[in-house]
């Protein structure tokens, strides 16, 4: 017990490693990448149990329950459905050995240690989901405000007096505007491959 204590206290209990790109085909994760649609690794910690994967398109965690068991859950959280927010990134103290990122995958919360030899690796990562979470971020301000204004306009159509030919027309020019314009806004604003931000910001 006083073990696990001074284990935990020292955050020596479960600290993640940064697996080096030409070391993830040596893991578990790498199994479960989508490589046939083009789905790229650019980030991997591994722990005593967890592997936490992050490619282009999702966050992928291989659960393991025991160190010493090999049963493990995998769950996969593609950005797009999973708004990455909360990131925050807390440094070592005097004595701690290990860093930690946090963040939220829609409601589910995500705690990852790493050695704090790694710090420079991790405040990479940490400046990726944070950007990625910004542009998330505003891109659902952006379809939001669209939403009202479409409402807005079939509102004040509704109202107006015209013929019902007339409105029935301008009803069908507003549906088949509306539908084309959320094609291809959701094309723009609904991302789902965040590679691109990956690419710019994972350098160490």
């Known amino acids: 017990m006083l073990k696990k204590f001074a284990s935990d206290a020292l955050g020596l209990s479960d600290i993640g490693k940064i697996i080096e790109p ?3 085909d040596k893991t578990d994760a790498d199994d479960y990448v989508r490589h046939e649609d083009n789905e790229q690794i650019y980030f991997l910690i591994k722990t005593k149990m967890d592997e936490y994967c992050f490619t282009n398109l999702a966050m992928i965690h291989v659960d393991g329950e025991k160190a010493s068991s090999s049963k493990r859950t995998l769950r996969r959280f593609p950005y797009s459905q999973f708004a990455i927010s909360d990131v925050l990134l807390e440094t070592a103290g005097t004595i701690d050995m290990d860093i930690e990122i946090k963040f939220a995958l829609g409601n589910t919360l995500i705690n990852i240690d790493v050695h704090k030899d790694e710090i420079d690796k991790l405040k990479d990562l940490y400046k990726a989901l944070l950007y990625i ?10 379809m939001d405000k669209a939403e009202q204004s479409l409402d807005k306009a079939a509102a004040i159509l509704h109202n107006s007096r015209t013929s019902e030919a007339n409105t029935a027309d301008q009803y069908k020019a507003l549906t088949e505007f509306s539908f084309e314009w959320f094609k291809n806004a959701r094309e723009q604003y609904h991302e789902k491959d965040f590679g691109a931000i990956f690419e710019k910001y994972i350098n160490n």
């Open 22 to 24: 030409k070391d993830y």
């Open 133 to 142: 979470s910004e542009t998330t971020h505003e891109n659902n301000i952006i």
